[in-house]
């Protein structure tokens, strides 16, 4: 052998080398888990070597879900609007409330951000009563209540009425599930699946090089969750999916159920056939926001609204006959049932 060919033939032995040494970098899924915003997560990713990232990914929900949007933390900015004191809202804040605004419109009013004054008196969320209200201070509360009277102007939320007050509990999780997904993607991670309190997003495939098989719970009335049961089970990638239920916030009194969806134009907790909403959708925001959206228009507008948007499925479980469901979805969510 000349010398250019011992050179070649060392060239490419060591391109094989490095080629070889470079895949077996290989993808592991990483599996993480734990409680964040009042609720529990729930990861699996697939990162080079299997780096685990909770820590780091914790990290960034907490500042920028938390500084903006929580209601426990009395110095968030949603806190600083409640109570009325100088604030400056932030990108997250302003891509939430955006959103929430968007959804508003889009569902003529059924979702609302301001509806937390009619939530408490309904005896649900942070600060909740324990009585049940008359019409005379419903129709009081509902004077506060109306997303067309907030304001996003210049990085600060002007009020038309000081008494309104924002809940964002119904896009929130949401909300902190894409970032934790963007999280994930800026470090280049494209196989992964998110969940925080049951919503969820996933991407590429899952450890089994699968799109990712999610099931829908029944909606078992159980708030201990220890009777869960699978309704069915959708194969997706690329997309987000939220659901919303009457079935595990509610409360009976006088033998009749109250539920913690509340219809902001009649300032009523909603009470028809559907029980649970499950929406897919591109984003968890929106899937999150949707689903609420649902629970309040009920089965037939939410079709509606599926049929009408791009990129957005939803599944409904009613009421059927003799404690039977009837489950409904849009013509786009059968792709998702079966691979
Ligand atoms: P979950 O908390 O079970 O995921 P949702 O995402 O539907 O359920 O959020 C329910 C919460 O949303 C309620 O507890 C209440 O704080 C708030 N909410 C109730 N009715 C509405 C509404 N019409 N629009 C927006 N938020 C609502
Ligand atoms: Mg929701």
Known sequence: MNNRRIFLVFFFAVALFFLLWKNNKQLQYVRNSGFIF??????????????DLKKEIHQELMQVVDNSLSTFNKRSILSLINTNQPHQTDSAFEVVFNKAIEISKLTNGAFDITVGPLVKAWGFGFDKSDSLPSDEEIAILQQIVGYQSVHLIDHHIIKDHPETQLDCS??????????????????????????????????????SGEKWRLGIDKPVEDITFEHRAIDTILHISDMAIASSGNYR??????????????????????????????VLA???????????????????????????????????ILAGQDGKYKEVYSEGLKKYLNP
Do not use: W
Not at 265 to 278: F, K, M
Not at 283 to 306: F, N, P, Q, R, Y
């Open 170 to 207: 119904s896009i929130a999780k949401g909300f902190g599930v894409d970032v934790a997904s963007n999280f994930l993607e800026r470090k280049g991670i494209s196989n992964y699946m998110v969940e925080i309190g049951g919503e969820i997003r996933v991407s590429g495939m899952n450890p």
């Open 282 to 316: 591109k984003d968890c925001m929106t899937a999150d926001a949707l689903a609420t959206s649902c629970m309040v228009m009920g089965t037939e507008k939410s079709l509606e609204l599926a049929q009408q948007l791009d990129n957005v499925e939803v599944y409904l």
């Open 38 to 51: 009042g609720t529990t997560f729930s990861m699996t990713y697939a990162s080079p070597d299997g780096i």
């Open 249 to 278: 916030q509610f409360y009976y009194k006088k033998g009749k159920r109250y539920s913690h969806t509340i219809d902001p134009i009649s300032g009523y907790p909603v009470n028809h056939q559907l029980l649970s909403a499950t």
